[in-house]
């Protein structure tokens, strides 16, 4: 089975992309504006649309000859989903073991106690 | 792949009101760890430790609902009482790698690392970890994006946030 959140995370790793897709939040664009705030070439911005792309993370129209890129909600939920889930699982745990960590401590002081 | 320099990570830091050592055991004694370990009601029913490099933690947890799930550590270091690197992954009874049987797309491991700090006598706690893949793209993703990657996860997501609620 194709594992996505792979390419997911693979696509989200590099910093110019993550900034991409911030500036896609806002709505649709061309390349030529994406390019602007970053100290990069056109082409080079193509190259990182083309790995959003094949991650799923971005779609690109075809109708105009600008061809606007556009988010794509799916994958980037299902990243976020995983986060979470992953995060509430540790900070979960963490609770318990505090609780833990004080339910021992207290007997230890209590037998420490009638000694 | 190193957790130490690998930035693209996750981290959860606490502070416990409890000695390093004792916060140590909890982690590395099978019978502690048992008493704490997994999300909010659920109940460790399986809980064996190999503690050394190459050695595995294999565990299972009932969910209040009935059910069993199945996960494991391979131990990559282990350095008493301040670090353990580990990669997690969910399993079966039998010990194998599986993917999450309710969500077969997620990641199949997660490179993670512990690190036990004394801060008087209490000690912070922090856990890291990433998600471990090795295809040949996010190898070179990896290699290109190292020392650039200041930002991490977190920033991201909270950028996307408003947007991933306004396509709900």
């Known amino acids: ?115 | 792949m190193d957790a130490r320099n690998n930035t693209q990570e996750f981290v959860i830091s606490r502070v416990f009101d409890a000695p390093r050592d004792l916060v140590w055991q909890a982690f590395t004694d099978p019978e502690r760890m048992k008493q704490w370990w997994g999300p909010k009601g659920v109940t460790v029913v399986h809980s064996k430790m190999d503690l050394r490099p190459g050695g595995t933690y294999h565990y299972a947890m009932r969910t209040p609902d009935g059910t069993v799930m199945w996960g494991k550590f391979v131990y990559r270091e282990i350095t008493p009482p301040s670090r353990i690197v580990f990669v997690n992954s969910f399993s079966d009874e039998a010990g194998g790698v599986t993917r999450h049987p309710m969500a077969p797309n997620w990641p199949l491991q997660m490179l993670s690392a512990f690190t036990f700090e004394a801060e008087g006598a209490k000690t912070r706690f922090t856990v890291k970890w990433s998600p471990l893949n090795a295809t040949d793209e996010e190898k070179a993703t990896f290699a290109a994006g190292h020392g650039s990657m200041q930002q991490g996860w977190s920033g991201t997501l909270e950028q996307l946030e408003a947007y991933l609620a306004k396509a709900a």
């Open chain 1, 1 to 115: 089975m194709a594992d996505h959140l792979s390419a997911t995370f693979a696509a989200l790793a590099d910093p110019t992309r993550r900034a991409i897709l911030a500036r896609l939040a806002l709505g649709e664009t061309s390349v030529t504006e994406l390019a602007k705030p970053f100290r990069i070439s056109a082409p080079a911005v193509s190259k990182h649309l083309k790995v959003l792309e094949r991650a799923g993370l971005i779609a690109r129209s075809r109708e105009a000859q600008w061809r606007p890129a556009r988010l794509e909600a799916g994958p980037l939920k299902d990243a976020a989903q995983w986060i979470e889930h992953y995060r509430r699982f540790w900070e979960e745990s963490l609770d318990r073991l505090e609780t833990y960590l004080k339910t021992i401590q207290t007997k230890e002081k209590k037998r420490g106690r009638t000694k």
